[in-house]
């Protein structure tokens, strides 16, 4: 079964920097496309970032492009998200996803697992 745990997310002053980390366990992912998605309060859940298992490529929502990196250790089966230059419009939810298949999509009904979620605030 497939695990996808989050960690890292905090509190930061705007302009910070925080870096948010998904260990995913319970299957090999050299064929799964990796994601993070966010949903403030009383707002749908939207992409910010994804990349294939297998390529060094990424796709970023036009909100993060410039700011945030995503990135993996495929020896440890982590994903990572450094998160730079933070706003307090970042302040949400940051979820990781899963999804079967290398063909990175930016919905989130193409994600078929899901980690818990972790907090992250940005202050002003």
């Known amino acids: 079964q497939v695990q996808l745990v989050e960690s890292g997310g905090g509190l930061v002053q705007a302009g910070g920097s925080l870096r948010l980390s998904c260990t995913a366990s319970?299957?090999?992912?050299?064929?799964?496309?990796m994601g993070w998605f966010r949903q403030a309060p009383g707002k749908e859940r939207e992409f910010v970032a994804a990349?294939?298992?297998?390529?060094?490529?990424?796709t970023y929502a036009d909100s993060v492009k410039g700011r945030f990196t995503i990135s993996k250790d495929n020896a440890k089966n982590i994903v990572y998200l450094q998160m730079n230059s933070l706003k307090p419009e970042d302040t949400a939810v940051y979820y990781c996803?899963?999804?079967?298949?290398?063909?990175?999509?930016?919905?989130?009904?193409?994600?078929?697992?899901w980690g818990q979620g972790i907090q992250v605030t940005v202050s002003s």
């Open positions: 990349m294939s298992w297998s390529a060094a490529s990424a």
């Open positions: 996803a899963a999804r079967v298949s290398l063909i990175v999509t930016t919905a989130k009904y193409g994600y078929n697992y």
């Open positions: 319970g299957r090999t992912f050299s064929t799964y496309t």
